[in-house]
Structure formats: structure tokens, C-alpha cells
């Protein structure tokens, strides 16, 4: 799939994008569909709190400086992991890894360059690429993420000799909204749904409940990996299209070019 190299020239008049991120995340995204004309309609499909035990974790990341790497897996464990932090500092020394563009972002605007961000792949696999990671025998490092998710990069890493612990800065639930509303103008309103994460994408489908998940399965979606796009699609979603990344402007350019082949 090819992707828009600008979007200078999108026009998004007349198109409702549902935007599905967690509400202190949405306002970026939100602002440039309603800068091409577009109809940005927010549903947060994830809330992000703090730990059930703040004061275990931030007893754990006082020891960060004592790793070679750290690795941020989103960039609300960048916000957490800062916030949790003593004196709410990251310790010079540590060389940081990010998992994808927005996180590096999220870490840079936060005062912290990045040493480690994928170059094309911007997920997991994609950062078990870097040369950084390739040789990391004896090396300690600490992963900064949510509650749960995958365990791949853990392993992969543990696999090539590294001593891998995991920091739990944050957890995410699924937010109580009311989807009446929603569904009641979505044929109107709703022309394509922006989905981040397979945590946002199964939400979705929770909160919208039978009555809307036929709705979604019909309506086309953009997602933001190989990985996701195969889930939504054994979820019974039948237009499934590919940003390049989690990125504000790739996820532009990915409703732009979708809207100029509708």
C-alpha cells in the first residue's frame, strides 16, 4: 500500500473520522482532520491511570540508573515513567530506547534525546532490528509499559544474553461511556475510525456492544500495524487500511489517501 508523501493538498470536507485515543492524547490528531475540514469525532476507548501500587514503582525506577538501557513502550510510559520517577527525573546515563515515532517524540519534548527509536518498523520487532539491540549480552535493561501486553521484545532480548525486568508504570481500562449517542448519528456521522492498539480496538468492540459492532465491522478503519490490521480483521472488520505509524501525521496522510480513493 502506498502511502501520501503530504497532505497539503487533502481536503477531508464532508468525512467524520472517529478518533478512538485515550483523552489527553486525542487533541493533536482531532485538530489536524478539523484543519483539512474534516469531522473529528472523539470516543475515547481507553483510560490511562496510575499503578494500583504508585510507591512500589517508584521505589523500582529509583534504581533505573543502575540499568544500561531503558525502553519505553508507548509514550504514556514516558509520561508515567517521568511522573513516577524520583524528582520526577530520568538518570543521564541510561541509554533510552523507544518503540515507535510518537514515543520518541513524547521523550524529546519531555527533554530527553532518544538513543534507540526503528528506522522503518515502529513496533517491537521493528526496534529488535537497531543495532543497539542486536548485541546486548550482559547488558541490564528495564522496560517501561501498561499493565500486560506483549512479551516478545522481553524475550527476544533475554534470548541475545541481556537481563530483562519489566516497570508496570501504568495501567489502562476501558472507560464507561455511553455509545448511544454515537451510534444513533454513525451512519451520518461516521465515515472512518482511527485505531491505535489492539487494547484501543477491543475496547471499541466492548463498548459498542452488539447493537454497534455490526456498525464498526462495516465501517472502514485505519490501523497502525500489520498485527492490528490481522486482529480487526478476525474481529469481522471488512476494510482494514495501514498508516505507517501511531504518528499524528501519518495517521493524516493515511485518512487522506483513504479518502481520495473512496
Known amino acids: 500500500m502506498s502511502f501520501l508523501t503530504t497532505s497539503t493538498d487533502c481536503n477531508l470536507s464532508g468525512i467524520g473520522v472517529l478518533v478512538t485515543r485515550a483523552a489527553h492524547q486525542a487533541a493533536t490528531l482531532c485538530r489536524l482532520i478539523d484543519s483539512r475540514n474534516g469531522l473529528a469525532l472523539r470516543f475515547p476507548s481507553v483510560e490511562i491511570k496510575d499503578p494500583p501500587d504508585t510507591a512500589r514503582v517508584t521505589a523500582q525506577l529509583a534504581g533505573l540508573a ?22 520526577q527525573k530520568l538518570p543521564a546515563a ?8 510518537r ?8 527533554g530527553y534525546p ?14 529488535l532490528e537497531t543495532p543497539e539491540l542486536k548485541d546486548v549480552a550482559g547488558k541490564r535493561i528495564l522496560i517501561l509499559r501498561g499493565n500486560g501486553g506483549r512479551e516478545l521484545l522481553g524475550e527476544a532480548l533475554q534470548e541475545r544474553g541481556a537481563s530483562v525486568d519489566y516497570a508496570e508504570v501504568y495501567q489502562r481500562a476501558c472507560p464507561e461511556i455511553d455509545p448511544e449517542p454515537l451510534l444513533y448519528r454513525w451512519r451520518d456521522d461516521v465515515d ?5 492498539s489492539n487494547i484501543l480496538l477491543e475496547n471499541l468492540f466492548s463498548m459498542l456492544g452488539e447493537k454497534g459492532q455490526p456498525l464498526l465491522q462495516q465501517t472502514p478503519m485505519i490501523v497502525v ?13 471488512r476494510e482494514v487500511y495501514l498508516a505507517r505509524s ?11 489517501l483513504w479518502a481520495s480513493n473512496r
Open 114 to 127: 532518544v538513543d534507540v527509536v526503528p528506522e522503518f518498523s515502529f513496533d517491537s520487532e521493528g526496534l
Open 103 to 110: 514515543t520518541a517524540q513524547t521523550l524529546a519534548e519531555s
Open 192 to 196: 472512518v475510525v482511527t485505531v491505535t
Open 246 to 256: 501511531a504518528d499524528e501525521q501519518d495517521l493524516l496522510e493515511a485518512i487522506c
Open 94 to 101: 541510561v541509554a533510552l530506547a523507544a518503540v515507535g515515532k
Open 225 to 237: 500495524s500489520d498485527r492490528m490490521r490481522q486482529h480487526a480483521r478476525e474481529l469481522g472488520c
Open 66 to 87: 543502575d540499568y544500561d538501557i531503558a525502553i519505553f513502550i508507548s509514550p504514556n510510559a514516558v509520561l508515567w515513567g517521568i511522573k513516577l520517577s524520583p524528582q
